[in-house]
């Protein structure tokens, strides 16, 4: 049981380049969530979908974009990469409750120059 | 505003004691979650509280005072496996996570 798988674990961008990270969960969880972890800072929530079809913003969207075209799969977009969006992103999946216990994939290093 | 609040760093040594304090104020409260991640690695869950009280887990409890916003991870018999940073988070009234910056723990021999 693999759990919260993401994709790719490291990355170097140049400014203005675009990619997408990948989550993908094997638990048939409703809620998945992409965070962003900086030093000195709590997760931020970038985006989050409470089902197949289904996304949200978070605290910190802009120039992030997001799919859930599956339940067990979501992606990450970024259009034009910024050195703001150096950080590690980490993809979290949780049950139907609302009050869920996160699991959370192994994290995604975006460095971008 | 929503804000976490929990100290940056703490030192103790092996087999101690050691007690991570955490306070909040959120939108509305759902529940206090506290997560372990260690350097490199995803957060991994430890413990919820959404009633007052202690609730115990092994060598890890956590505690939670709802009219005083502040809650706790006390971690007993501590070891180097121990050695990481724990994340306080509140969940508002729309169940969405308010996360603290961490605590970094260092464990000494």
């Known amino acids: 049981n693999a759990g919260v798988t993401q994709t790719p674990k490291f990355r170097v961008l140049k400014t203005g380049q675009s990619m997408t990270l990948l989550c993908a969960q094997d638990m048939n969880h409703e809620y998945m969530y992409w965070y962003r972890q900086d030093p000195g800072m709590g997760l931020r929530l970038i985006h989050y979908?409470?089902?197949?079809?289904?996304?949200a913003k978070g605290e910190v969207p802009d120039g992030y974009n997001v799919s859930r075209l599956k339940k067990q799969n979501f992606l990450l977009g970024l259009e034009s990469a910024a050195p703001s969006q150096t950080s590690v992103y980490f993809c979290a999946s949780g049950g139907v409750s609302g009050a869920n216990v996160l699991t959370f994939g192994a994290g995604s290093r975006l460095t971008v120059l | 505003g929503q804000n976490i609040d929990q100290p940056t760093e703490m030192t103790a040594t092996e087999g101690a004691i050691v007690q991570i304090n955490c306070t909040y104020q959120t939108s509305g409260f759902n529940g206090l979650f506290w997560y372990q991640q260690h350097a490199g690695e995803a957060p991994t869950f430890l413990s919820y509280?959404?009633l007052d009280g202690l609730e115990e887990k092994g060598r890890f409890s956590s505690f939670l005072s709802r009219s005083k916003g502040y809650s706790y991870l006390l971690l007993k018999e501590l070891q180097m496996k121990d050695s990481a940073s724990y994340l306080c988070?509140?969940?508002?009234?729309?169940?969405?996570?308010?996360w603290g910056a961490g605590t970094k723990l260092i464990i000494k021999p």
């Open positions: 979908s409470v089902g197949e079809g289904t996304t």
């Open positions: 988070a509140a969940m508002d009234s729309n169940y969405q996570l308010i």
């Open positions: 509280n959404v």
